[in-house]
Each structure stands twice: as structure tokens, then as C-alpha cells.
């Protein structure tokens, strides 16, 4: 049994395995300013022959390039940074996914309609069922008279 375990070290592979490994399908949302049609085509283009891209939206009126593939976030934003544009990652969530929306530093008056800032003060812990429990009982919920 030594020699065959000695031998077989000897006959494994094991470079291969970590090359084939692929990276994990996501959704990478970049912030750009774009001004013109020009910006917008050089950003586009200069994600969309990455490999691993699968589709890339790029939307200047909020500012914002989808990347959808099988891709690095990172590698992305530097390929961006690359043409010369100021890039960051997409900092904003939906208005109705936080609890806290005019909590300070996540009200930002540059934010796209119904977007406000990700901080950690404007998402609620997710142990907090008192407020989710006040809510059944206030008179903004229609269904407040049929649970009493």
C-alpha cells in the first residue's frame, strides 16, 4: 500500500482543477456618468467583450451600467475605469426596501427617483418584530379592522 500511495502522488493533477473552476453567474451594477451618446457607447463597449459577459445594460438617466455574466464586480469596474469615466458600484437601494429612508446620510438628493443611499442606520435588524407587529395595528394598513 506505501508504494501505490507514494506512486499515485506522483500521477494526480492537480492544476487542472482550480483553471476549470468558474466563476459564479451575477448581476455587477456600476454607477457612471454619461453625458452623451459617446460615453454611453464607450462604456458599453468596453464591458460587453469581457469574457463571462452575458448582457450589459447601461441606462444614463440614473447612471447606472448592468453587467450580467459570469464575471469578476471588480474586474469590471476597472475595465470601466479604463475609458476614462468615474465609477463606483451601484451605492443605492429601492425606497421601499428600507424601514428608515430619512435616516441621515441615506436621503441623497443625487439618488434616481424612489432610490435612496444603502446604509447600514436605514435597514432595520431583521429581529425587530415590534415595528413590524405596530404596523398591523396602525391606520395606514386597510387589514387593521379585521385582525382586531
Not at 45 to 66: A, D, I, L, P, Y
Request: proline residues 5%.
Amino acid at each position: 500500500m506505501g508504494a501505490l500511495d507514494y506512486l499515485s502522488n506522483f500521477c494526480t493533477v492537480t492544476s487542472t482543477s482550480v483553471r476549470s473552476r468558474r466563476k459564479p453567474m451575477q448581476t455587477v451594477e456600476i454607477k457612471v456618468k454619461m453625458d452623451c451618446d459617446g460615453c454611453e457607447r464607450r462604456v458599453k463597449n468596453s464591458v460587453k467583450h469581457m469574457k463571462g459577459v452575458k448582457t450589459v445594460e447601461v441606462n444614463r438617466k440614473q447612471s447606472r451600467v448592468t453587467v450580467t455574466g459570469y464575471v469578476d464586480p471588480n474586474h469590471v469596474l476597472k475595465r470601466i475605469k479604463s475609458t476614462g469615466k468615474r465609477a463606483e458600484f451601484w451605492p443605492y437601494i429601492p425606497y421601499n426596501l428600507v424601514s428608515y429612508p430619512y435616516v441621515s446620510q441615506a436621503y441623497d438628493k443625487r439618488a434616481p427617483a424612489g432610490y435612496v443611499k444603502n446604509v447600514v442606520q436605514a435597514v432595520s435588524a431583521p429581529n425587530a418584530t415590534d415595528e413590524r407587529i405596530t404596523h398591523l395595528f396602525s391606520d395606514d394598513n386597510p387589514n387593521a379592522c379585521s385582525i382586531m
